[in-house]
């Protein structure tokens, strides 16, 4: 975040300096600040934000890829003249521990159609989701595991 910060005064100290206040002469102050930090970002020890904001839209377009794939998978059961699913609950252990981590995890996984967060147990090691077709949760948790949490790992960690 501070870097964020220092690219935007970077940037503000640009267009200050080049004397032209148009949005295309600050976007371009931003870009440059942001390659001028990241040249520097070895002396002291940070990782670039861009990073960060890579792995974030990572994790969004793996949620819009599993969206459009459960949506689709919904879709085709409802439609289906022989329902077969096998609605349950099933317990997801956590790997992700810190109360944003695991908002987020509920809140994909709630988004994602045929899939509902339930609860989280109180020592914030297992999520309890319900599936609309729960005939394989060992498929399901590995899923999970593998796309939302993962990514999410590698997002804010």
Do not use: Q
Not at 38 to 60: E, H, K, P, Q
Not at 93 to 116: H, K, Q, Y
Not at 122 to 142: F, G, Q
Request: proline share 3%; net charge neutral.
């Amino acid at each position: 975040m501070i870097l964020l910060v220092l690219n935007l005064l970077l940037a503000v100290a640009w267009v200050a300096i080049s004397g032209s206040t148009s949005f295309l002469n600050l976007v371009f102050g931003f870009v440059v600040a942001a390659f001028a930090l990241m040249i520097v970002r070895g002396s002291y020890g940070g990782t670039l934000y861009l990073g960060r904001a890579r792995s974030i839209l990572t994790l969004l377009l793996v949620f819009l890829v599993e969206l459009a794939k459960s949506a689709w998978a919904v879709a085709v059961t409802v439609m289906s003249p022989h329902m077969d699913v096998k609605p349950g609950i099933f317990a997801f252990p956590l790997t992700v521990d810190r109360d944003f981590e695991i908002t987020l995890l509920a809140n994909l996984i709630t988004l994602t159609p045929g899939t509902l967060s339930v609860d989280v147990s109180d020592d914030r090691k297992t999520l309890y989701v319900h599936a609309l077709d729960c005939s394989d949760p060992d498929a399901t948790r590995r899923a999970i595991a593998d796309g939302f949490e993962r990514r999410i790992l590698e997002a804010f960690r």
